[in-house]
């Protein structure tokens, strides 16, 4: 089956790369481990919200929007590739930023996302945890819209049915990765929080008729809430998408054991995942989503899950960038100041 017309604008550096990761391979004794490059979707760092963002942004256009509204957490990759596509499409951006930890030193709140997010000429608000944040997008709308502007909401991670759009577009993506590697694709593990990522990904090979099934390394919340938001947003896409299909609910593959505290905190194993994927295959994870992510891959390859001879792809969906606020979670001594 092919997909249908999607409307959407050309944002990002596509295709990402497929890329084997024959160290981390080796390290790890299991399954043959590659990894799917949307880190390097281009747009001011890169991320899996840019791939959202070509079918939002393309629905934005048609609505003759001048503004766009978002939210995010205080470090959100969502609102930094928001912002960065907003300055290539001239639009003004405004983000609504929830402080959902409370905690963080002062690198936390300037440096990371926050610094690149004000660079790119976002205007800038915060909130505190716990905040409606839909309520005060619609509220941030209206007052724009007396000002005479015409505002688009982009909900926060990008994920409704239109933004989801953009990882049935990559399901089809990485089909053709694997036809022209030549290997066949068992198994894909990433990390899901808004949930538009893994819907995508799951009604895309679905539609198209691929039995990859897909892991999702919750984030943020609980399997049962997390199975039911991803469920939910994949149904809403294949209606979107007229598919003579509905997705099976055992699709939606959900696994919340690395969550840790809570969302936008590390654990010790969320660390040690960055550091392997760096030191191994010199790869940048971040400490909210592909470290938590990585570290889930690396779990379920040694409770022997998978055969030697399997083919796992690790979506890497981005998130670098946050890293500088994350400095003391790293145990990295700073060098000497040295007096000329
Ligand atoms: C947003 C994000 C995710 C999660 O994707 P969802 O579509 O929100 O589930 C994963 N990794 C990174 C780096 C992100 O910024």
Redesign the pocket.
Known sequence: MQLPAIDRINLGHLPTPLEYLPRLSRLLGGPNIYIKRDDCTGIAGG???VRKLECLLADAQKQAADTIVTQGAIQS??VRQTAAACAKLGLSCHVLLEDRTGMGDDEFYANGNVMLSQLLGAEVESYPGGTDMNAMMSRKSHALEECGKKPYIIPG?G?NSIGGLGYVIAADEIVNDARSLNIEIDHII?????????AGLTSGLLYLGHNISVTGIS?RFPQAPQHEKVYGLAQEILQRLDAPKEMPSENIIIDDRFIGEGYGIPREDTIDAIKIFARTEGILL?P???GKGAAGLIQVIKEGKFDKSDNIVFLH???AQSLPGFRPAFDLAAVQRMKA
Request: hydrophobic share 15%.
């Open positions: 991320g899996n919200k990759n969502h991670g994920s990433q990390a899901t929080g808004s949930a538009g990522t893994q984030v971040d909210v989503y592909t969906t981005g998130g």
